[in-house]
């Protein structure tokens, strides 16, 4: 029997796989791995970061959705509410879906959240 965690991501890939959105991207970085996606984030028209791909690491602990999931971004992103490291700052609640967190991070991209500041120097 398959623990909650791997019930409930199995459920969400699902889900965006028969709709996926105009916005984002994901799949599996190893299809053996329901606990790591690949999520590519298109640029939002009428950002700085229109027209661009930005790659990321989505990894899942096991027991999801009670502990958040870790966003990294392999792109090269400047953006003040992401660390340096790519490493995301965003909030957490185990209520929100996979394409909630995805949105949510598409949000950030649009407007810079200056009460949570991640990278000063992008953020002048």
């Known amino acids: 029997m398959e623990d909650p965690a791997t019930l409930v991501l199995k459920k969400e890939l699902k889900k965006f796989n028969e709709n996926p959105s105009q916005y984002f991207s994901v799949g599996l970085v190893n299809e053996e791995d329901i606990f790591v996606w690949e999520v590519t984030i298109f640029g939002l028209r009428g950002t700085p970061y229109e027209g661009g791909l930005f790659?990321?690491?989505l990894t899942f602990p096991k027991d999801f959705p009670i502990s958040p999931p870790k966003m990294r971004f392999l792109s090269d992103i400047w953006h003040p509410n992401i660390f340096p490291d790519g490493r995301d700052y965003s909030g957490w609640r185990p209520i929100?879906?996979?394409?909630?967190?995805?949105l949510s991070v598409l949000s950030m991209l649009s407007e810079s959240y200056t009460d949570a500041v991640a990278n000063p120097n992008a953020a002048q």
């Open 96 to 102: 929100l879906s996979v394409e909630t967190i995805v």
């Open 55 to 57: 790659r990321a690491h």
